[in-house]
């Protein structure tokens, strides 16, 4: 017979549970104790008794209200901060070590733990010793550390004040934060909502969207551990939740990036500079071919820089183009032609100074900043800017969708897409096959 | 005493025995150990040449050696002035540069009417320099003794030298000079004169920064805007609105690097300074720089005695 959980004491100081003494599962010993055996006639084990057998170092078989931890557990542990399982075996390993200490209610398992590195082999020990060697310097040296990725998601554009914000555009906002959020939750990035509603900064001019720049600055400074920051416009969606970006990115940032703006030059930008004062690498069509260079990496669309959703890395390259980004005399010179601000002003400062070439990468349009099809729809669908569900895309951006297009109609349209390509396994098997088989035999379309 | 005492040790212990062989086996157990450790430190190194590239290196450029240690750059207007006049200027350069092993950028270059005039640096020629100065045409080395790399560059000299919370275009720009800066963050130096900043002598560590700061200032978009001075406003400009700018800039006394010719417009020259600059001359005619280029003559003598 055996217990879920051990019955309580007698007031007079004895089990009241017959059965008990003849099974001893509940307590994790595995061989019976001499002590105890004396108790299996079916009579009340009485306290003073198992005392007088003098059994050895095994003072009582009582499983509550015993011992400092078992009275104060609930207190201790509630305190205690909580881990998740997420390691690979040499964590666990060690963990199971901790929690049954701390969970530990009956002590003969606890005394078993106690006593493991005793009865292990040295050559065990050791390999555990590597496992965890391995473990730490993985952790030092290899993984990521959390907050090493900033979101930045531009929510609240305009602030309502050029437009009405009405219950579409708050449902549009409340969408893309909670896919930036959970993205965010799930792989330990950190995500700032920064504030895009139109402000009056300086008394003579208006600075709409380019404060890009400033918040983009302002976030490297309040995040210090923070080495790339990826900004998303609001209208943009995470279609691929599972994928990290070190595994679509991060990890083969050589292999996926191109430094080489011939290789998709819609603005028929001359690459490389060819004035006869530069140096050899910054005549060099890739810079110096080198990951480590790049601070900067966007894509590019039909017309040219698209900055609905670009990296940028910490850096002193970084804080140089921060700085001359915004000009006065730029912005005097250009604010009427250029139509797109801050993108405008990137790509004069790309074409105009080989330095910021030097530390820029692009990379193609679909792994980072999908259109809809009403987005660059002039030349029809283009499989280099344009979704396609087949691929898996993992970012769809509605670019331009305020003008013309249905905006929130595109964003639950792709939400809905992006729940139903992620199911989990067992929504699919519930899905395309019993409800499949239900609609065969029943010829009825149900939903479980 | 029915006991006997027992029997006394000997004071001298014996020998340890000697041992079988010169190196002591390495036991099977033990070789598995040492493979297992090395192992785990190979692992560790490429743990961390993998991770370490991809995560916190920073871009790994050109450093320049120092050799050699300042490029002159001096921007010759062929066109407007005598060829005596020139070649005079240029002979000062390259006694001055003899003197001290330095490089001087063959001066060819025709000045634009209209344009900033000076690409002061050009990366590819001299990668290794470590300072590029850049002297105007109308200017002579008087003191062939100093060295830029000591007089002017030196941290802890730059540090005496620095003119800290000082507006950077006089007399009340709310821009100032930061106070706090030490002397190896200083890759910019140069000084001011009574209209501001002065452009026409000044040091520029080689490097990155000195390509961004040349590059920007060099922009189409300040070029194309007509600035009042041309280059001189657009540094003006990007120094005062850009702090990352003006973070390497360091002013220092006129005289250390730029005196003039005449009190008119700023500091004038006193015996023993680097280098006398010829104020204003070109504008006041053809001549004038000639002529009054005869009352500095004695910069000759100074490099024939040193």
Not at chain 1, 41 to 66: C, D, H, I, L
Not at chain 1, 70 to 83: A, D, K, N, V, Y
Not at chain 1, 158 to 186: C, F, L, P
Not at chain 1, 301 to 316: I, K
Request: with cysteine.
């Amino acid at each position: 017979m055996s217990l879920s959980r051990s019955p309580s004491p007698v007031p007079g100081g004895g089990w009241a549970s017959p059965g008990l003494t003849n099974n001893l599962s509940p307590s994790g010993r595995s061989s019976p104790t001499k002590a105890y055996a004396g108790g299996s006639n079916g009579t009340p084990v009485m306290w003073e008794r198992q005392k007088n057998m003098g059994g050895p170092a095994y003072q009582s078989f009582s499983t509550q209200n015993q011992g400092f931890f078992s009275r104060h557990m609930r207190r201790i542990s509630s305190s205690l901060p909580r881990f998740r399982h997420e390691n690979t075996h040499g964590a666990e390993r060690e963990k199971i070590g901790v929690e049954s200490r701390w969970s530990g209610l009956n002590m003969p398992r606890l005394g078993r733990i106690r006593s493991l590195p005793g009865r292990m082999s040295r050559r065990t020990k050791m390999l555990i010793v590597f496992g965890l060697l391995f473990l730490l310097g993985y952790i030092i040296f290899y993984s990521t550390p959390p907050g090493f990725f900033v979101i930045i998601l531009a929510a609240n554009v305009g602030g309502g004040v050029m437009e009405w914000k009405g219950a579409r555009e708050w449902a549009i906002e409340r969408d893309s934060i909670r896919n930036k959020k959970k993205y965010v939750a799930k792989w330990g990035y950190d995500l700032e909502i920064v504030d895009m509603s139109t402000k009056k900064r300086y008394a003579h001019e208006w600075r709409e969207s380019w404060e890009k720049v400033d918040f983009v600055r302002s976030t490297l400074r309040k995040y210090p551990k923070a080495e790339w920051v990826w900004w998303l416009d609001l209208n943009t969606f995470i279609m691929e939740p599972s994928k990290s970006l070190q595994d679509h990115i991060f990890d083969h940032l050589e292999d996926v990036t191109y430094r080489d703006i011939n290789e998709y030059n819609p603005l028929n930008i001359s690459h490389p500079p060819a004035d006869p004062y530069l140096d050899e690498l910054s005549k060099s069509p890739i810079g110096d071919g080198n990951p480590n260079s790049i601070h900067l990496m966007l894509s590019q669309d039909c017309s040219g820089f698209n900055l609905g959703s670009f990296f940028m890395r910490r850096g002193t390259w970084t804080d140089h183009l921060l700085d001359v980004w915004w000009d006065p005399v730029a912005y005097e010179q250009k604010h009427m032609e250029w139509e797109h601000k801050e993108q405008d002003a990137l790509e004069q400062l790309y074409i105009a100074q080989p330095w910021i070439r030097k530390s820029t990468a692009f990379l193609p349009q679909r792994m980072i900043n999908s259109f809809p099809t009403g987005a660059c729809s002039e030349k029809g669908t283009d499989t280099r800017i344009h979704y396609d569900q087949k691929d898996r895309d993992f970012l769809v951006n509605m670019a331009g969708c305020e003008w013309g297009r249905d905006c929130w109609g595109e964003m639950y349209n792709f939400r809905e897409l992006s729940y139903y390509l992620n199911r989990s396994l067992w929504e699919r098997f519930k899905e395309d096959l019993l409800c499949w088989i239900w609609f065969k035999i029943t010829g009825k379309k149900v939903k479980f | 005493m029915h006991f006997a005492y027992p029997p006394r040790k000997s004071s001298n212990p014996p020998p340890f025995r000697p041992r079988t062989s010169a190196i002591p086996t390495i036991r099977s157990r033990r070789l598995k150990t040492i493979g297992l450790v090395c192992l785990a430190f190979l692992t560790l190194v490429w743990l961390f040449q993998r991770g370490g590239s991809r995560r916190h290196a920073p871009p790994a450029y050109h450093k320049p050696s120092g050799n050699p240690p300042v490029v002159i750059v001096t921007v010759f207007n062929e066109g407007k002035y005598g060829k005596g006049y020139l070649d005079m200027v240029k002979e000062n350069r390259l006694k001055y540069a003899e003197k001290h092993v330095l490089r001087l950028r063959p001066p060819r270059r025709t000045r634009l009417v209209g344009q900033p005039p000076r690409r002061p640096t050009r990366h590819d020629h001299v990668p290794d320099a470590a300072y590029i100065w850049y002297l105007d045409q109308n200017a002579f080395i008087m003191n062939p003794n100093l060295k830029i790399e000591e007089h002017v560059m030196k941290p802890s000299r730059l540090e005496e030298l620095m003119i800290k919370d000082h507006p950077v275009v006089p007399p009340d720009s709310i821009i100032k000079t930061f106070s706090h800066l030490k002397g190896h963050d200083v890759d910019f130096v140069l000084t001011q004169d009574k209209d501001g900043l002065s452009s026409s002598s000044f040091v520029v560590k080689n490097g990155e920064w000195a390509k961004f700061f040349i590059e920007t200032w060099f922009d189409p978009i300040y070029r194309s805007y007509n600035f009042q001075k041309a280059e001189q406003h657009a540094l003006e400009h990007i120094v005062q609105w850009h702090p990352t700018i003006l973070a390497k800039l360091a002013l220092v006394p006129q005289r250390i690097l730029n005196s003039y010719s005449k009190e008119k417009g700023g500091q004038d020259y006193k015996e023993g300074d680097l280098v006398v600059r010829l104020y204003a001359c070109g504008e006041a005619g053809e001549d004038t720089c000639e002529t009054e280029s005869q009352r500095f003559a004695q910069w000759k003598t100074a490099f024939q005695n040193s």
